[in-house]
C-alpha cells in the first residue's frame, strides 16, 4: 500500500493553493487530491444550454470537481488586502472574509499571503482591471445613504473572473499540477478518515464508477472539503470527537431586478455588500454574491437538494442582476443541528416546486398570493433561470427568515431606488451551510494530530480569495514537515 506525505480530501481553491504552494517550495512529490467530481475539462451543465437538470453523474458538475464550485461560479476574487483610508475611516473593510483567518493570523501576515493569492491568479489569467477602487466620492455618498437606513455598505476591490473565464483559469492551474506530478483521484468519494491513537494515518474510499473500496494512507490528512461538504464534515467531526463550535446556517433567496435599477452599484463596486439588522428581530440580514448582467443558476447537493445560486459572465449577458438575500440563523441551546434545518427549509421548497427552483414575484408575496406562469409571462422582469417554477415560497422559507427579507428588501428601496419593485423575482431556496466551526490551533490542525482543516468547509474562511489563501499558509506549515 503506498504511503503519501500528504492527502487531501476536496480539490476546491483551498486544496489548489496549497498543492500549488507545496510545489514552490519543493515539497510536492507525494501528495493524493480527492475530490467527487470530474476534471475541469469534463464539466459541464446541461442547464447552461436550456435543459434541465439531468442531475448529473455521479456527482453534481457545478458543485463538484476541480476547482469546486469555483469554476462555476462568477469568479469575483475580493481583495481584501488593498486597503485605502480617508479621514482615518477604513473604505474598504475585510467583512465576513477575513474575520475567521483573523484568530490565527495577522492582519500583516493575511495582507501578504492576500497580494502573494492574488498575483498567482493573475499569473493563470485573472483579469487585471478592478473595480470598486475608482469612485470613491460616489462610494462614499451610498454608504452614507445606507447608515440613515441603518444598512451597513462593505466594499472592496474586486476582480471579476467570469464563469466563462474562472473555468478557463482553473484549467490551466490543473494542467500546471499534473505537470507538476500532483496525483489527482476524481470521481472518488472519501467516506471516512482513518485514525489510531488520536492520530490521522489515512482515508478510506469508494470509487463513484465501479463501487470498490480502497484505503489510503497518509502522514498528513487535510480536509478541504468546500460548503458542499458541510454535513460530510460534521458527520466526521461527531463520529471522531474532532472539536468544534456551534455553526449557523444562512438561509434566504436569490433576488433579481432590473440592471437600470442597480446600475450604479454596479459600475461603481460591481459588487456591494449591504448588511443590516431588521426589525423586529435583529437578525443578520446581508446581500451576498451580486451578479450585473447576470444569470440565475440552479446547483444540486447531496440528498438530492436542488439550490439556487448566480452566475455572471464576461461575453455573455442578461439584462437583470441577481444576487442572494441571506439571513444568519443562529441557535441556543438546545438546538445544534443548523445544517439539518437548512436542509429541511430547502427540501420543502423543493417539494413544493416540483424538486426544482421556484420563483415569485415580490409583488405577489406582499398581496398573499402565489405566481402563476401567466404572471411571469406579463411581468416586466423575465427570469434567466427558466427552468424554475412560479409558486409560493412562502409556505416554506419560515414567517421570521421571510419578514427578515421583506423589511431588509423595503429598507433598501430607500437606497437604490427600485430595488422594491413589485415585479423583481424571489427565487428559493438559497442556503449557504457552514459546518459547526472546527476548532483548530496556530497551525492550522484539528485537536486529531495531523489532521487539519482549511477552507469554507470547515468555517475558517467565505469566498474563493480567502480560501485560497488558507491553502497558501497550510502549505508553508507543512513544508515544515514533509521531508
Request: glycine share 8%; charged share 25%; proline share 3%.
Amino acid at each position: 500500500m503506498k504511503m503519501y506525505d500528504l492527502i487531501v480530501v476536496g480539490m476546491g481553491p483551498s486544496s489548489i493553493f496549497l498543492a500549488y504552494e507545496l510545489i514552490q517550495v519543493g515539497k510536492h512529490k507525494n501528495i493524493l487530491l480527492i475530490d467527487q467530481g470530474k476534471s475541469v475539462e469534463k464539466r459541464f451543465c446541461p442547464i447552461s444550454k436550456g435543459k434541465k437538470c439531468l442531475n448529473c453523474k455521479p456527482k453534481c458538475n457545478i458543485t463538484c470537481g476541480f476547482s469546486g464550485a469555483g469554476a462555476f461560479s462568477d469568479g469575483k476574487l475580493n481583495s481584501y488586502h488593498m486597503t485605502l483610508r480617508e479621514d482615518g475611516e477604513d473604505i474598504y473593510l475585510g467583512g465576513n472574509g477575513g474575520s475567521y483567518l483573523k484568530e490565527y493570523l495577522s492582519e500583516t501576515e493575511i495582507n501578504e499571503l492576500l497580494t502573494y493569492t492574488d498575483n498567482i491568479y493573475l499569473k493563470f489569467g485573472a483579469d487585471k482591471k478592478l473595480y470598486g477602487n475608482k469612485y470613491l466620492d460616489e462610494i462614499k455618498k451610498i454608504k452614507n445613504k445606507a447608515k440613515k437606513e441603518n444598512i451597513d455598505l462593505v466594499s472592496f476591490p474586486i476582480r471579476h473572473l467570469g464563469t466563462e473565464k474562472a473555468h478557463i483559469l482553473y484549467a490551466k492551474i490543473e494542467e500546471y499540477l499534473k505537470e507538476n506530478n500532483i496525483n489527482m483521484l476524481f470521481e472518488t468519494e472519501v467516506e471516512d478518515i482513518i485514525v489510531e491513537n488520536n492520530k490521522a494515518i489515512g482515508v478510506k474510499t469508494k470509487n463513484l464508477i465501479d463501487g470498490t473500496n480502497e484505503e489510503y494512507m497518509g502522514s498528513n490528512i487535510v480536509l478541504a472539503v468546500g460548503r458542499k461538504g458541510a454535513r460530510f464534515l460534521s458527520d466526521l467531526c461527531n463520529k471522531h470527537k474532532i472539536e468544534t463550535k456551534l455553526g449557523s446556517v444562512d438561509i434566504g433567496v436569490r433576488y433579481e431586478l432590473s440592471d437600470e435599477v442597480m446600475k450604479n452599484i454596479n459600475k461603481y463596486m460591481y459588487e456591494g455588500k449591504f448588511i443590516a439588522r431588521p426589525y423586529p428581530y435583529g437578525d443578520k440580514v446581508r446581500t451576498f454574491c451580486q451578479n450585473p448582467s447576470g444569470y440565475v443558476s440552479s446547483e444540486v447537493y447531496e440528498n438530492g437538494l436542488t439550490l439556487v445560486n448566480g452566475h455572471s459572465y464576461k461575453d455573455k449577458k442578461s439584462t437583470n442582476t441577481n444576487l442572494s438575500i441571506l439571513v444568519s440563523h443562529h441557535f441556543t441551546y438546545p438546538f445544534d443541528k443548523p445544517i439539518e434545518y437548512g436542509e429541511d427549509v430547502a427540501r420543502n421548497v423543493n417539494r413544493l416546486g416540483g424538486n426544482a427552483i421556484m420563483v415569485q414575484r415580490l409583488g405577489d408575496i406582499l398581496r398573499g398570493k402565489r405566481t402563476w406562469e401567466s404572471d411571469l409571462e406579463n411581468n416586466k422582469i423575465k427570469p434567466t433561470l427558466i427552468s424554475a417554477v412560479p409558486g409560493d415560497i412562502t409556505f416554506a422559507l419560515g414567517y421570521r427568515t421571510m419578514t427578515d427579507i421583506l423589511n431588509f428588501i423595503k429598507s433598501m428601496d430607500k437606497i437604490v431606488e427600485g430595488f422594491a419593485n413589485p415585479e423583481n423575482l424571489l427565487y428559493a431556496p438559497e442556503v449557504k451551510f457552514y459546518s459547526n466551526e472546527v476548532v483548530l490551533n496556530k497551525d492550522l490542525e484539528t485537536n486529531i494530530k495531523n489532521l487539519y482543516s482549511i477552507g469554507d468547509g470547515g468555517g475558517l474562511t467565505t469566498g474563493l480569495m480567502m480560501a485560497s489563501v488558507s491553502g497558501v499558509k497550510l502549505a508553508r506549515i507543512l513544508s515544515k514537515k514533509i521531508n
